[in-house]
């Protein structure tokens, strides 16, 4: 087994879009997004009347930038 392979750390999602986005934080700090809630995101962006709700926005730019959200 490679050593040098990273592993996540923690798991979960968050609603972006009315979309469930399943994301990890690996060991190594990377963050990253399952490619099927990336597909999901984008089919539900063509959808007429598609929004963001800016809680939603703020909770995926915190999760990316690794700030805490608040409770």
Do not use: K
């Not at 592993?7 to 972006?16: D, H, N, P, R, V």
């Not at 700090?29 to 063509?46: D, H, N, P, W, Y």
């Not at 598609?50 to 690794?66: K, L, N, P, T």
């Amino acid at each position: 087994m490679n050593d040098d392979v990273p592993t996540a750390i923690w798991s979960g999602s968050f609603m972006l879009g009315g979309v469930e986005m399943r994301c990890h934080v690996l060991d190594n700090g990377e963050r990253i997004i399952e490619s099927e809630s990336v597909v999901a995101l984008f089919e539900a962006m063509v959808r007429p009347y598609f929004s963001f709700a800016d809680s939603e926005v703020d909770a995926f730019a915190r999760w990316q930038r690794g700030v805490p959200c608040p409770e």
